[in-house]
């Protein structure tokens, strides 16, 4: 059984920056695909940025392609999105994925493992 716990959410202004960090505990997680994916109020949940199990080969919508960056820490389990100039249409509750089956994935759906979820708010 894989848990993911992600952090680092909070209130930014327009133009600012955060970095969210999500920490996979459990056999295997090294081994999964790991999405980023968020989720406005209103709006249906959509793909933000992918990475497969080496951290090599990464994915980004196009909607956060050159601001928002993907990235993961093998030895500690961790997968990292690291967002720049952020605008208020990025706020949303933002959550991490991982998929068991694969070590590339860029859809995650409701038989993957999930995390909690943690909000993001833009301020204009």
């Known amino acids: 059984q894989v848990q993911l716990v992600e952090s680092g959410g909070g209130l930014v202004q327009a133009g600012g920056s955060l970095r969210l960090s999500c920490a996979g505990s459990?056999?295997?997680?090294?081994?999964?695909?790991v999405g980023w994916l968020r989720q406005a109020p209103g709006k249906d949940r959509e793909i933000v940025a992918a990475?497969?199990?080496?951290?090599?080969?990464?994915y980004y919508s196009d909607s956060v392609k050159g601001r928002f960056t993907i990235s993961r820490d093998g030895a500690k389990n961790m997968v990292y999105l690291q967002m720049n100039s952020l605008q208020p249409e990025d706020t949303a509750v933002y959550y991490c994925?991982?998929?068991?089956?694969?070590?590339?994935?860029?859809?995650?759906?409701?038989?993957?493992?999930w995390g909690q979820g943690t909000q993001v708010t833009v301020s204009s």
């Open positions: 990475i497969n199990f080496s951290g090599i080969r990464t």
């Open positions: 994925a991982a998929d068991p089956t694969t070590g590339w994935a860029t859809k995650f759906d409701d038989d993957d493992y």
């Open positions: 459990g056999r295997g997680f090294g081994g999964y695909a």
